[in-house]
């Protein structure tokens, strides 16, 4: 399944912005699909995740600030993202636990927050 992540954009501290990641195919039957982020000068790194029995895993500098969520039906899993933060800014990927152990990388989105 190839997988198109869009929503990124420039957003001031305190906005809020809503990332879609769209799959090619059914994502019912993968396990894990997660967003992540890599920051300028620093490595990729895991924001949230969600599995096919509904279970979600945040990172912890996320302090109930997003929300991952997965819609089936509609084959897209969305991270909203509120009381954003100019440490926020980082080019967002969304990925599938198999692609990630695979070392597959699609095109991420760029989030961008001033201050």
């Known amino acids: 399944v190839q997988l198109q992540a869009s929503g990124g954009g420039l957003v001031q501290a305190g906005g809020s912005l809503r990332l879609s990641c769209a799959a090619s195919?059914?994502?019912?039957?993968?396990?894990?699909m997660g967003w992540y982020r890599q920051a300028p000068g620093k490595q990729r790194e895991l924001v949230a995740s969600t599995t096919s029995g509904g279970s979600t895993n945040y990172a912890n500098f996320v302090n109930g600030r997003f929300t991952i969520d997965r819609d089936n039906a509609k084959n897209t899993v969305y991270l909203q993202m509120n009381s954003l933060k100019p440490e926020d800014t980082a080019v967002y990927y969304c990925?599938?636990?198999?692609?990630?152990?695979?070392?597959?990388w699609g095109r991420g989105t760029l989030v961008t927050v001033s201050s």
């Open positions: 195919g059914r994502i019912s039957s993968i396990n894990v």
């Open positions: 990925n599938t636990d198999e692609h990630v152990a695979m070392g597959f």
